[in-house]
């Protein structure tokens, strides 16, 4: 797809500076622009690139002032970084504005879609389905029977949604994640069996949750594992069964959390942590990366390490484990010193 200048001009509400009529039909950063690209400068430290780069339009703050001359069309803004995020959705909402349903797919009896859906090739719905308008479900894609997916839903390809799931309006389900797998759920017998216990309940995503790629989030053993809105998951992570994670919480890659663990709303939590289950994580909490959570945390903590200190304490007593070993040297010595006197 090919913009002009004046075009994205007029999507920005910014100020041209150059030639209206070039056009662009990629993205690059700025010290990597070439002809026909579109870049932008937000951050001061690039600033010199601005009079090498070899895009074709750059989108500047208002306050930009060149101190060389410039063989690239300027679009001046309030704000570069969000203006070129702007223009980044608008993109994406043009690239992905496809509509229809493709053959083969499989639409199960009493199943329905709204105004402006596109169902991939190679997709299957279940039966007793009802999904919004605006809905995009790319090829081989499953959704199981009485799935329910709002509006202006995004569900990219190989992405799997089971029975009983409820999605909320503006969600994305990246490739290949799982919504609605059972929970691990088995408890033993007197032989020292393990017998599977059966998974009933369901998954809630609310408005506006974004479930990255390859990340699985189990049904509840009863009643419903809920993310509420707009909870932010990154890819391949892990939320077991009857789990509750508040509005607006954002989660890094390769976290895992058991069982019936309650998440608070605004935390901050980083890559590779492990939660233990049935514990409470209260609001506004940041937990560094790979720290291990075992008890339940207070409103706004910042805590690091496994298990988990605050993050003070942490920070704190770091500064003696990696000094371990020139400690336990001195002890010897002074022991040694004793055993003499």
């Keep these: 797809m090919k913009f002009t200048a004046s075009q994205i001009a007029g999507i ?43 895009s ?15 063989t690239t069309t300027l679009i001046r803004v309030n704000d570069a970084y969000k203006s070129f995020s702007k223009l980044l959705e608008y993109y994406n909402q043009v690239k992905n504005n496809k509509t229809g349903v493709e053959s083969p797919s499989f639409i199960g009896e009493n199943s329905m879609y709204g105004e402006n859906c596109y169902i991939g090739v190679f997709s299957y719905i279940g039966d007793n389905v009802k999904i919004g308008d605006n809905v995009k479900i790319y090829p081989n894609t499953y959704i199981g029977d009485n799935v329910v997916i709002g509006n202006n ?13 409820i999605i909320g309006n503006g969600c994305v389900i990246h490739n290949s994640a799982v919504v609605g797998s059972d929970g691990f759920g088995f408890a033993p017998n007197a032989s020292g069996e393990f017998t599977k216990i059966p998974q009933t309940g369901n998954v809630i995503l609310e408005d506006n949750v974004d479930v990255g790629a390859m990340t699985t989030i189990d049904r509840a053993t009863l009643g419903s594992t809920i993310l509420r809105k707009g909870v932010k998951l990154d890819n391949q992570i892990q939320i077991a069964h009857n789990v509750e994670i508040g509005e607006h919480t954002v989660i890094a890659a390769q976290t895992g959390v058991a069982g019936s663990a309650k998440i608070g709303k605004h935390c901050m939590i980083g890559g590779q942590v492990g939660i ?8 506004n909490v940041r937990i560094q990366a790979q720290s291990g959570i075992g008890r339940n945390i207070k409103d706004g903590e910042i805590i690091q390490g496994s298990p988990a200190l605050t993050y003070g304490d942490y920070n704190k007593s770091y500064v003696h484990f990696k000094n371990l070993p020139k400690i336990i040297n001195r002890i010897n010595e002074i022991e040694k010193k004793i055993g003499r006197e």
Excluded: M, Q, R, W
Aim: glycine share 8%.
């Design 276 to 283: 233990v289950g049935h514990i409470t994580i209260g609001d």
């Design 12 to 54: 920005l509400d910014g100020e041209l500076v150059g030639n209206p009529d070039i056009a662009v039909d990629k993205l690059a950063k700025i010290e990597e622009g070439e002809h026909g690209s579109l870049t932008f400068l937000a951050n001061p430290k690039y600033t010199p690139h601005i009079y090498t780069t070899k």
């Design 153 to 165: 839903v995004i569900v990219y390809a190989g992405a799997k949604i089971n029975s009983e799931s």
């Design 56 to 70: 074709s339009v750059t989108i500047v703050n208002k306050d930009f002032v060149a101190e060389h001359e410039l």
